[in-house]
C-alpha cells in the first residue's frame, strides 16, 4: 500500500509539472514546472535491488540537469535583453541554446546521445511515460521557438540517426527508443508551418506505441530472439506484435501511415522537397528494419525451447489486443471514410 501511494503521489506531480509548463505565461514558470517533472519521474525510475534502473535514473538526471541549467541561462539572458532593450541579433543566438535544451529534454538528435541508453535501464512502464508524456512539454514549448534553419539541420539528424540507429539492434527498447527519434523529426516537421499536424501526429505515435509497449510489457520481451524463439506456431500471436510494428514504421495501408501523410503533404505544399525526398528516404530505413524483423519471424523456423510465455495471454488480454490490431489494420480505413462522408 505505501509503494503503490508514493507511486501515485508522483505520477500526480509528473502531471502536474507538465501542465505547469504548458500552461504557464512565463518562462520561469516554465522552467519549474518542468524541473518539479524531473524530479517526480526520477524516484519512478529507480528500483531496489537493480543496478540497471539506477544507472538510467543517474544518466536521466544529469542530462536533463544539463538541459534545464542551458533553459535556464537562456531565459536569464533574454530577460537581460528584454530589461536594457537590446533585442538584436543576439536574439536568434539565444533562441537556438532554447531550442537545443527543449531538444535535449526530449531526446532529439543531435542531443539524443542519452535516450537509448536511458531506455534500456527502464522497465516497458517506465518507458511508455518516457516515450509519450515526457514528450509533451518540451514539444509544445519548441513551437514558440522557431528557428528554420536550426529545425531542418534538426529534423535531418533525428531521422538519420533514427533510421541507422536502429539497424544492428537486437534489443527491442533501443529499437523503440531510435524509433521514437525517427518519429521526432517528423513531429517537428509538422511544426514549420502548422500547429495542428503535429499535434495529430504525436496521438497517433502515442497510440500506437502504447499499444507496442503494452504487448512487451503483457508477453515480459526484451529482445528479439525471445520472440522468433517463444512463439514459433502461434500465427496470430506474431501477427498482434508486428502489425502494430509495422504500423508504427508508417507501412501503408496501416494506421500509423495517416500522420506521416500529413506532414508529406504540408511539405508538399510549403515546397520543400529536398527535406521532404531525404525524410521519406531515410524512413524507409526504419520501415525496412521492421519488415527485415517481421520476415524473420513469420517466414522462418526457430526450433529452440519454449521457455516461458504460455500464461501471459489470457482471454481478457486476447480481446484488448485483437481491437488494438484491428485499430492498427483498419484505422486508415476509417479515418477516409470518415472524411468523404464528412
Known amino acids: 500500500m505505501l509503494k503503490n501511494s508514493y507511486k501515485m503521489l508522483f505520477l500526480t506531480t509528473l502531471f502536474l509539472g507538465t501542465m505547469i509548463s504548458v500552461c504557464s505565461s ?64 543576439f536574439n536568434s543566438k539565444i533562441n537556438v541554446i532554447l531550442a537545443s535544451s527543449l531538444m535535449m529534454k526530449t531526446g532529439m538528435a543531435p542531443f ?20 509519450t508524456w515526457q514528450k509533451i512539454a518540451p514539444i509544445i514549448l519548441l513551437s514558440f521557438c522557431l528557428n528554420s534553419s536550426f529545425f531542418y539541420f534538426a529534423i535531418i539528424m533525428s531521422v538519420t540517426f533514427g533510421s541507422f540507429g536502429g539497424l544492428n539492434q537486437t534489443s527491442l527498447r533501443k529499437l523503440m527508443a531510435f524509433s521514437s527519434i525517427n518519429h521526432l523529426g517528423w513531429m517537428v516537421a509538422g511544426i514549420l508551418n502548422n500547429q495542428n499536424i503535429w499535434k495529430i501526429y504525436f496521438i497517433f505515435y502515442c497510440f500506437l506505441s502504447i499499444v507496442i509497449i503494452f504487448l512487451f510489457n503483457s508477453l515480459k520481451i526484451f529482445n528479439l530472439n525471445q520472440i522468433f524463439s517463444s512463439f514459433n506456431f502461434k500465427f496470430l500471436m506474431k501477427t498482434v506484435i508486428f502489425i502494430p510494428l509495422l504500423s508504427l514504421g508508417g507501412l501503408p495501408p496501416f494506421l500509423g501511415f495517416f500522420p506521416k501523410w500529413l506532414v508529406i503533404d504540408l511539405l508538399m505544399n510549403l515546397n520543400m522537397f529536398f527535406l521532404l525526398i531525404l525524410m521519406i528516404n531515410l524512413t524507409l530505413i526504419t520501415l525496412y528494419f521492421y519488415l527485415r524483423i517481421s520476415y524473420s ?11 516461458n510465455f504460455t500464461y501471459y495471454f489470457n482471454s481478457k488480454k486476447k480481446l484488448i489486443f485483437s481491437f488494438f490490431l484491428f485499430i492498427s489494420i483498419f484505422g486508415l480505413l476509417f479515418i477516409n471514410l470518415f472524411f468523404i462522408f464528412i
Do not use: D
Open 112 to 131: 539524443h546521445f542519452w535516450f537509448p541508453i536511458v531506455m534500456e535501464g527502464l522497465n516497458w512502464i517506465n518507458n511508455i511515460i518516457l516515450m
Open 26 to 89: 512565463s518562462w520561469f514558470s516554465v522552467w519549474m514546472g518542468l524541473e518539479i517533472n524531473l524530479l517526480s519521474f526520477i524516484p519512478l525510475t529507480m528500483k531496489l535491488n537493480n543496478l540497471f534502473s539506477s544507472e538510467a535514473s543517474l544518466k536521466y538526471f544529469l542530462t536533463q540537469a544539463l538541459a534545464s541549467s542551458m533553459l535556464l541561462f537562456s531565459i536569464i539572458l533574454f530577460s537581460f535583453l528584454i530589461e536594457w532593450k537590446m533585442m538584436t541579433n
Open 297 to 307: 519471424a513469420f517466414l522462418l523456423n526457430h526450433n529452440e525451447m519454449n521457455w
